[in-house]
T-cell receptor, first 115, second 110 residues
Framework: DTGVSQDPRHKITKRGQNVTFRCDPI?????LYWYRQTLGQGPEFLTY????????KSRLLSDRFSAERPKGSFSTLEIQRTEQGDSAMYLC?????????????FGPGTRLLVL | RKEVEQDPGPFNVPEGATVAFNCTYS??????FFWYRQDCRKEPKLLMS???SGNEDGRFTAQLNRASQYISLLIRDSKLSDSATYLC???????????FGAGTRLAVHP
């Protein structure tokens, strides 16, 4: 499968625990995005990487959230001291700009439940 | 006010019906527009881009009205497999981050 992959697909954790999610983008895609989606809403932008550089962060991304893309390939999103309000689907997307057009391809998401 | 607004539905239509979804966006500087489809508990998938001149892909037609900041999606001859949530998406500036509406649910019944 050459699409975007995410791991784990589901995570249940207790409030206060730390969690880390991984995203493997489509090979050679230099842009990588993280979004969060809660029930009944569309995805909301969290952060963006071009290669290994994190170029934009949403104000939704509190100090408890950190994202990395150390070698410009896979990315991780860590949430420290999880809260019940962090329960959501975390989606990763990657893209490659071609001819001035960019299409973002989404992974299957990691569904987080904080108890 | 949300940056992208959609009627949440649900739209319940019989097979073969024509259904139209509307969407408005608040940022007049937006440059790119899309419709994504999302099946229950799945990731969003690009359905089609939306161009100023309007564009058609089989049974699907998308229109953009920049003056009114309005986007539409028309589905003709609805199929059961069209049942999904349709997300209106705008690129709102700054590194091409997608700004999604909350989605419109479509249920096509026999």
């Amino acid at each position: 499968d050459t699409g975007v992959s995410q791991d784990p697909r589901h995570k249940i954790t207790k409030r206060g625990q730390n969690v880390t999610f991984r995203c493997d983008p489509i090979s050679e895609h230099n842009r990588l995005y993280w979004y969060r989606q809660t029930l009944g809403q569309g995805p909301e932008f969290l952060t963006y990487f071009q290669n290994e550089a994190q170029l934009e962060k949403s104000r939704l991304l509190s100090d408890r959230f950190s994202a990395e893309r150390p070698k410009g390939s896979f990315s991780t999103l860590e949430i420290q001291r999880t809260e019940q309000g962090d329960s959501a689907m975390y989606l990763c997307a990657s893209s490659l700009m071609t001819g001035g057009v960019e299409t973002q391809y989404f992974g299957p998401g990691t569904r987080l439940l904080v108890l | 006010r949300k940056e992208v607004e959609q009627d949440p539905g649900p739209f319940n239509v019989p097979e073969g019906a024509t259904v139209a979804f509307n969407c408005t966006y608040s940022n007049s500087a937006s440059q790119s527009f899309f419709w994504y489809r999302q099946d229950c508990r799945k990731e969003p998938k690009l359905l089609m881009s939306v161009y100023s001149s309007g564009n058609e892909d089989g049974r699907f037609t998308a229109q953009l009205n920049r003056a009114s900041q309005y986007i539409s999606l028309l589905i003709r001859d609805s199929k059961l497999s069209d049942s999904a949530t349709y997300l209106c998406v705008v690129i709102g500036g700054g590194y091409n981050k997608l700004i999604f509406g909350a989605g419109t649910r479509l249920a096509v019944h026999p």
